[in-house]
């Protein structure tokens, strides 16, 4: 008998129910939408349609390219702001940059996330940092959640400017790891 199961996105249909109780499993099905930047902003927006955007108003404006390339084109129109270009399903900052007008995205074969940037985000001793809080699941019903008493805090190299020489620099922009070595 095995004591773990590895999901994937692409893996077959498993039936839980029949697992051991004992079981392990790294995902739980479904949270595919929530992991994929476009699937999150997609389900983001529905939960604002049902809720109203004044519970859901904790994410910056997005758009997924190339569906709302025509939006994005409009939201940018006559500003000079910053966005964030993000590819859907990558990782270690690959493929992610700021832009300030639609003309510096580049439509390819791959969809983007593209949000809003936030200009003025908090800072510790003037550099850009991001939070991270692990979570453990251990039951959906009833619901057992556990929170890790420590977490991880990522930095980026180089102090926050929003200067136009500054804005490709991702040292300043970005806090992942394999970036800010």
């Not at 999150?40 to 910056?60: A, D, E, I, V």
């Not at 995205?105 to 510790?124: A, E, H």
């Not at 420590?150 to 490709?168: C, H, L, N, Q, W």
């Amino acid at each position: 008998a095995w004591d773990h199961v590895i999901v994937r996105e692409k893996s077959g249909h498993l039936n839980y129910r029949q697992m051991a109780a004992a079981v392990k499993v790294n995902k739980l099905p479904g949270t595919f939408s929530l992991c994929r930047k476009d699937q999150l902003w997609n389900n983001y927006r529905l939960l604002q349609t049902k809720w109203g955007s004044g519970m859901f108003s904790f994410l910056p404006q997005t758009f997924n390219i190339p569906e709302e390339w025509d939006q994005l084109k409009n939201a940018m129109a006559g500003s000079q702001e910053a966005w964030i270009a993000k590819p859907i399903a990558s990782s270690c900052g690959d493929g992610i940059h700021l832009v300030t007008s639609h003309q510096q995205i580049t439509l390819g074969r791959s969809i983007l996330s593209v949000q809003k940037y936030i200009r003025n985000p908090f800072l510790i001793n003037g550099l850009k940092f991001d939070l991270r809080i692990y979570v453990l699941l251990t039951n959906i019903d009833p619901i057992k959640i556990y929170v890790y008493e420590d977490g991880i805090v990522r930095f980026a190299t180089k102090p926050y400017s929003m200067k136009e020489e500054d804005i490709i620099d991702k040292f300043i922009h970005l806090t992942n790891y394999s970036i800010n070595k």
